[in-house]
């Protein structure tokens, strides 16, 4: 009784703390409007990758970081690339399957092949354990540690969505069927880490915070008018919410003012320029493409690219 009510006091607390909630946003008048490079982030540092020659990336590779390390899923599917912040190769982990999602937290890396997830040290990477879970038929999609003790996931059996959870003390993995979604609106999201608060996006319209406490709330709830755009990166800093959206019109970057509850959308620069959102961690942006690509996100006088550089990392300093 005494938790429901710390749950319940803690929830009404959140709710009133919390200033969002239906976020109207005119996307045909926002996409008319101009913005120059330097209103994104205060510097960009373009950091050439060294890498082994038998590495190879793919053209848009998934990221993760952390406070020392930055972390790519590789070309094959089966091994993290791991490299440090300045962009310096460290090594590889090969997971020796396909690898569906991974999540770095903390000290921790978890990848995800099938039905197992397998736990590495960050600071040796050595293995520390296999967790094969009874997923009982259901094919897991997504995963994402939450905290120290729970791993976050998602996954479907047929039409039905569902969503799990491993409780890592107890190891406990209950597995939940979604009575409202169904598969097919799990497509397109996905989880996203914000420094301490995990974002979480296979909703219609809707964005869920994951906290560390025992609830998860709604956070926020766009509502596109007669567009219905996919919602493909969700990226928080304590100033922005930053959206990257997939329209009939293109690709485009809805910046959110949490303050004053207003938003812009960018779709190019005024220089013509993209901004490429991967992962924001504390006020950093990072991003890791081909080198030919840097001509689409950075302005020539910030190109310093050796010659024969195959992949970079982009460090936008917001």
């Known amino acids: 009784m005494k938790r429901a009510i710390s749950i319940l006091s803690s929830l009404l607390l959140l709710i009133a703390c919390t200033p969002y909630g239906v976020t109207k946003v005119n996307l045909d008048k926002a996409f008319r409007q101009k913005t120059a490079a330097k209103d994104l982030y205060?510097?960009?540092?373009?950091?050439?990758?060294?890498?082994?020659?038998?590495?190879?990336?793919?053209?848009?590779?998934?990221?993760?970081?952390?406070?020392?390390?930055?972390?790519?899923?590789?070309?094959?599917?089966?091994?993290?690339?791991?490299?440090?912040?300045?962009?310096?190769?460290?090594?590889?982990?090969?997971?020796?399957?396909?690898?569906?999602?991974?999540?770095?937290?903390?000290?921790?890396?978890?990848?995800?092949?099938?039905?197992?997830?397998?736990?590495?040290?960050?600071?040796?990477f050595s293995l520390t354990r296999t967790l094969?879970?009874?997923?009982?038929?259901?094919?897991?999609?997504?995963l994402q540690r939450r905290d120290d003790e729970v791993l976050l996931f998602s996954g479907f059996n047929g039409e039905s969505a569902y969503d799990c959870e491993y409780f890592v003390s107890r190891d406990h993995f209950p597995v939940m069927k979604n009575p409202v979604y169904k598969a097919e609106?799990?497509?397109?999201?996905?989880?996203?880490?914000?420094?301490?608060?995990?974002?979480?996006?296979?909703?219609?319209?809707?964005?869920?915070?994951?906290?560390?406490?025992?609830?998860?709330y709604p956070f926020l709830f766009p509502d596109f008018g007669r567009h219905n755009p996919v919602v493909t990166q969700v990226q928080m800093t304590p100033s922005h919410i930053f959206m990257q959206l997939c329209l009939q019109k293109g690709d485009a970057l809805l910046v959110y003012d949490r303050a004053g509850k207003q938003h812009r959308l960018i779709r190019t620069t005024t220089e013509g320029l993209a901004f490429p959102l991967g992962v924001i961690h504390k006020g950093v942006n990072y991003f890791c493409c081909p080198a030919r690509h840097l001509g689409s996100y950075v302005l020539p006088e910030d190109m310093t690219v050796p010659e024969n550089t195959e992949y970079i990392l982009l460090k936008y300093t917001l």
């Open 42 to 124: 205060a510097r960009v540092d373009v950091l050439p990758l060294l890498l082994p020659e038998t590495v190879r990336l793919p053209e848009n590779s998934r990221l993760e970081v952390t406070d020392n390390l930055v972390l790519l899923l590789d070309a094959s599917g089966e091994q993290i690339v791991v490299m440090d912040a300045d962009g310096t190769f460290v090594t590889q982990v090969d997971a020796g399957a396909p690898i569906t999602d991974f999540s770095a937290y903390g000290k921790l890396l978890d990848i995800l092949c099938g039905n197992e997830v397998k736990e590495y040290n960050l600071q040796d």
């Open 132 to 142: 094969s879970l009874p997923t009982d038929g259901v094919t897991l999609t997504e």
């Open 185 to 216: 609106d799990y497509d397109g999201g996905g989880f996203f880490r914000c420094n301490d608060s995990t974002f979480f996006f296979c909703r219609p319209g809707k964005i869920n915070a994951y906290t560390s406490d025992d609830f998860i």
